[in-house]
């Protein structure tokens, strides 16, 4: 990464709206971080073995005392983050409302009405990280942007640089799929938001449908030129559109399956559930993961199985998410009723088949968890990649358990058959999944596991985040 117009050293900063680590603030008002859930900070977590970084975006919360900002920035600094601080009401207008009740849906293909309001502190957030962004850059750096959040950022960014005399090269990457051109119209201010992406000089997407989508929609929308298959020209500026395969870091699965606590764990698992068939879900609770339709399946599958009375049990681990967000409250409540339903219907004094744990579990417990389970089983009805189906695949060299993935999720369409796909909205077909995943002999579970294994070795979180940066480094060399 060798740039003359600045010493020779092009550094890299990196921006999204969440940070690895989540700020709270406790009840007797001293600061506590966590780190964050969720796909974007997994694979930039894997990229920073091998690349050096700093990392803007949200705290999480809102902070004004001046020494409290310090506290924070340094707890952050450790990890080479650093904030973006926002006042509460704009950070809940521009999270809440505009990205996760309007953006979101719409990406992942559920219809919506636009704020007008929330759509003014949107703009103003992004604003206000171009100015941190661009106020710590160096002429030559590379910026790269993360996600739904900031889809404006890299046009606001763009400009303030400029005025700054400042050339930076900017990249825009997004961990959702980008909707076919007629859903995306339906959004009134479609146009300002695919015009800020494409302001940068290289725009990622997970898979190739994602790239084509977004590309149909510059084209439609702002009579943008194609040139098939990975360039768009608008503005007089060339812009590379592709798909970059993103991935876990497999190593920090085998090290943490190495320890001896995680060790132990596994045998007091495996004693608890050795006679039973345990299938393992993994989910932030959110509307796109399919939650409901998966609890409605493994229902009508237990209906359908009374041989596998006690001989079968589901995990089902549900992340609390964007809990202020009514949708999310919402789908909390459904869940917990048809959670109460099933385990009401088919529990029996010897035990449940399903455990349900809505709250965040520990990283050793969570590669335990996989470790132990006979099938994954992931239902998401939209999803950008989806890595937890990868983690899985990590910890499964022992056992090569089945992975039973949802057609619509991203990850699907590169396991060439390696796992069992299934229309999630199709309850036969996914309950004979399940079955199917549970039954299936021993030589095609190896077979089908050495197949994943081996692209989820070669397509690493790291070598996503390289090839990223190294082609926008050529592209603006
Ligand atoms: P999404 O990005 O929509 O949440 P993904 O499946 O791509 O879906 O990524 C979810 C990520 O969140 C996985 O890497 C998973 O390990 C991680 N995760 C799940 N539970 C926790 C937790 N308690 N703490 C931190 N990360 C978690
Ligand atoms: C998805 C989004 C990320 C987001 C993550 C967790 O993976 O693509 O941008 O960080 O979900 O959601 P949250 O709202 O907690 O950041």
Known sequence: MADPRNGGKRNLIIVSNRLPLSVKQTDDGTYQSSI???????????????????WFGWPGLQVDDPQDREKVSKSLAAHNAVAVFLDQKLANQHYNCFSNQILWPILHYQTVTLNESAWESYKKVNELFA?????????????????????LLPGLLRKRLEEQGKFCAIGFSLHTPFPAKDFWRALPVRKELIEGILASDQ???HTDEYKQNFMDSCHSLLEATIEPPDKIRWKGRWIIADSFIVGIDPQKFEDTLQKP??????????????????????D???????????????DAFLDEHKELKNKVVLIQVAVPSREDVKEYQDLETEISTMVGKIDGKHATPDGSPLVYMH???????????????????????RDGMNLVCFEYVACQAK??????LSEFAGASSFMNGGCITFHP??????????????????????????????????????RWGETFIERLTKCTA
Request: proline share 1%; hydrophobic share 40%; with cysteine.
């Open 131 to 151: 100015e941190s962004v661009a106020d710590a850059a160096s002429d030559g750096d590379l910026i790269w942007v993360h996600d739904y959040h900031l889809m």
């Open 261 to 282: 606590e995680v060790i132990s764990r596994i045998k007091e698992l495996e004693e608890v559930y050795k006679d039973k068939k345990v299938i393992i879900g993994v």
């Open 359 to 381: 709250r965040s579990v520990p990283f050793t417990e969570l590669t335990a968890l996989y470790a132990v389970a006979d099938a994954c089983l992931l239902t998401s009805m």
């Open 399 to 404: 056992k090569h358990g089945v992975l039973v």
């Open 284 to 298: 932030r609770l959110d509307y796109i993961k399919g939650l409901t339709l998966k609890l409605k399946a493994y």
């Open 36 to 54: 964050s859930s969720g796909g974007l900070v997994t694979s930039l977590s894997g990229l920073t073995k091998s690349t050096t970084f700093k």
């Open 425 to 462: 909205a199709n309850t036969k077909e996914l309950s004979d999944a399940i079955y199917r995943a549970i039954t299936m002999r021993p030589d095609e579970r190896e077979s089908n596991y050495n197949q994943l294994r081996r692209f989820i070795d070669k397509n690493t979180s790291a």
């Open 203 to 205: 725009v990622g997407f």
